[in-house]
């Protein structure tokens, strides 16, 4: 079975400090993807990577930086916390979507900025 | 630009009933991919089912299944017998050819099914 893994489930991190979330995927897929989940607006696209060293803006990207240095792992960072950054954070990794190739989700980062 | 909706928020019912979901798209894209995912209180998002745009075949697995209409750009899920277990957030996302697995998820339809 796939297995994309955040690192912390929860979190609680005061205004203005470095926060890193980390992702890693168990399947050798060349794509990962950051997601910010909020009530009543679904999940947002912040990051993605297509390969080792790349990334490439999402929807929201303002206030968050990404990291990948190897394939497996795909990092969040944000900078500066700050509290409108209180949500759940959503790692997934894929494969190119040919054939029925398709796109796993890790367990989620609920992130408390206070 | 994509756009996903589903316009319910929140669907309850009692168990054994059947649930409807309903999900509109637009794209421009004639190549795309649309998909659903569970979400339980645990927070993971669970796979459900992934459509291409040029396969319009409906598809039935167990108690799940989907109609795919090109013609209305919707994408419907129904839950048939549905048990409690179905108590979850259901998404629907779209993805474009070129878009490297990106994905466009609607607001999400909040499932309660009551014993």
């Known amino acids: 079975d796939v297995k994309v893994t955040q690192s912390s489930r929860y979190l609680v991190k005061r205004t203005g400090e470095k926060v890193f979330l980390e992702c890693v995927q168990d399947?050798?897929?060349?794509?990962m993807f950051w997601y910010r989940q909020d009530p009543g607006l679904g999940l947002r696209l912040i990051y993605f990577s297509y390969d080792v060293k790349m990334k490439e803006k999402g929807d929201i990207p303002e206030g968050y930086s990404v990291s990948r240095e190897k394939k497996e792992r795909f990092s969040l960072i944000l900078e500066s916390a700050s509290t409108n950054q209180t949500s759940m954070y959503l790692c997934?990794?894929?494969?190119?979507?040919?054939?029925?190739?398709?796109?796993?989700f890790g367990e989620g980062s609920w992130l408390t900025v206070v | 630009a994509q756009k996903v909706t589903q316009a319910q928020t929140e669907i309850s019912v009692v168990e054994k009933e059947d649930v409807t979901l309903d999900c509109v798209y637009e794209?421009?894209?004639?190549?795309?991919?649309l998909f659903w995912y569970k979400q339980p209180p645990s927070g993971e998002l669970v796979f459900l089912i992934r459509?291409?745009?040029?396969?319009?075949q409906n598809e039935i697995s167990g108690r799940y299944s989907w109609n795919f209409q090109k013609s209305t750009s919707s994408f419907n899920f129904t839950i048939t017998a549905s048990q409690v277990v179905d108590s979850a957030v259901y998404f629907c996302a779209l993805s474009e050819s070129d878009s490297w697995g990106k994905l466009q998820f609607g607001a999400g339809t909040q499932v309660v099914v009551t014993p």
């Open positions: 459509r291409n745009s040029f396969d319009e």
């Open positions: 794209t421009r894209d004639t190549t795309y991919y």
């Open positions: 399947m050798d897929h060349e794509n």
């Open positions: 997934a990794s894929s494969l190119p979507l040919l054939g029925k190739n398709t796109i796993y």
